[in-house]
């Protein structure tokens, strides 16, 4: 089932209300890299995120190293070969009030 893209006035609020992120992949995405102490906070934190991701049925693409976690998000079933939608604004919205 295709989900409705962001209109770019969309995509400049998503921005705008989350700082920390920038757009990615030619503006199909947005990325956030978040640095802990170390492994155990970067761990406790995905753990958390991936609850939060799987309670919406949306899921992030990240990589792991030591006490970074970087974040990717974008939804697979938005336009024709992916997007941002308001899964990912709402998605972005949890990530940042967990850190």
Avoid: C
Avoid at 7 to 25: F, K, M, T, V, Y
Avoid at 26 to 52: C, H, N, P, Y
Avoid at 60 to 74: D, G, H, Q, R, S
Wanted: no cysteine.
């Amino acid at each position: 089932m295709a989900v409705p893209e962001l209109d770019p006035n969309e995509i400049e609020q998503l921005l705008a209300d989350h700082p920390a992120w920038s757009l990615a992949r030619e503006g199909k995405a947005i990325t956030r890299t978040f640095q802990f102490a170390d492994f155990s906070q970067a761990w406790g934190f995905m753990s958390r995120v991936a609850l939060l991701a799987e309670a919406q049925d949306h899921h992030p693409e990240w990589f792991n190293v030591y006490a970074k976690v970087e974040v990717t998000l974008t939804t697979h079933d938005a336009g024709p070969s992916g997007g941002l939608s308001q899964r990912d604004v709402r998605l972005a919205h949890a990530i940042d009030a967990l850190f």
